[in-house]
């Protein structure tokens, strides 16, 4: 087995592709919802188990010494010091009302996807199912959307005033009370706040200039860990504020110096907290 970043991306991005196509053809829009989670709003889908479930047996007949992390099955450790860290559909409600911003994302980290600031992103893929792309990228190599490198510099960076910023919100409504607080302070400090859904589609558009920055409390592991690098080698400043790891307690994205003037200016709302 190699573990040449190039080799394992090509890895990553047969299986985003594999299990984006299965969760394009089960019908989004027209499914069910399976079992919740967190709480009645944190939905589970049939194809969100189909996928996962078409991921690990991929990754078990390619890398059957790595170990593997999904949102869906939780962590089976390897021996190689290398995991496989998976989300089968990043933006499940999104998929389950037929609205098309959705993804699959893959990702193969070095060291414990377990512990904060405890891993790191070798290579990684999110394949936006809809459109049918997929951004990419490996350690040290750049980082590509349909195979095109991603610029470091896609546009000059804003003030804060003048930044566009995607957001999220979580499924308990504690939390989401204390997320609506930090916002109803930002939001007119920022040009605009934009709220897609899907993770992982939000901060590969910090990457690809779509976005000016990006930040949401509560972020797991299987959500980021590939948009992580994606971002990081487009020149994307991720972090999470006060010189932390992101994590789930804050992610914040952007290009510095916006990157540092956001982080502080969430630390000082609170953003990092319920």
Not at 4 to 19: T, V, W
Not at 101 to 120: K, L, N, T
């Amino acid at each position: 087995m190699t573990d040449d970043p190039l080799g394992l991306l090509a890895i990553a991005e047969e299986a985003a592709r594999r299990a984006g196509e299965l969760v394009r053809a089960s019908g989004p829009g027209r499914i069910a919802v399976e079992a919740t989670k967190s709480s009645p709003t944190d939905v589970v889908t049939a194809a969100d188990r189909a996928a996962e479930e078409l991921l690990r047996a991929m990754l078990a007949q390619r890398r059957p010494e790595d170990g593997v992390l999904g949102e869906e099955e939780g962590w089976v450790a390897g021996t190689s010091g290398l995991t496989w860290v998976v989300d089968p559909i990043d933006g499940t409600v999104n998929y389950l009302y037929g609205i098309p911003a959705f993804a699959v994302s893959v990702a193969v980290v070095s060291g414990r996807p377990d512990v904060v600031g405890g891993w790191e992103t070798v290579a990684g893929c999110v394949y936006d199912v809809p459109l049918g792309q997929a951004f990419t990228a490996a350690r040290g190599r750049g980082a590509w959307l349909d195979g095109r490198p991603l610029s470091r510099a896609p546009r000059e960076v804003p003030a804060l005033d003048q930044a566009l910023v995607a957001t999220g919100f979580g499924y308990r409504s504690e939390r989401r009370r204390a997320q609506a607080r930090v916002l109803l302070h930002l939001l007119p400090r920022v040009r605009d706040v934009r709220r897609v859904g899907c993770s992982a589609l939000d901060l590969c558009g910090v990457a690809a200039g779509r976005y000016d920055a990006y930040f949401e409390r509560g972020l797991h592991t299987w959500d980021f860990a590939a948009a992580y690098l994606v971002a990081t080698e487009s020149g994307v400043t991720v972090t999470g504020g006060g010189g932390r790891p992101p994590s789930e307690e804050l992610l914040v994205a952007a290009r510095d110096p916006l990157a540092r003037t956001l982080a502080a200016e969430l630390l000082e709302l609170g953003a990092d907290a319920d």
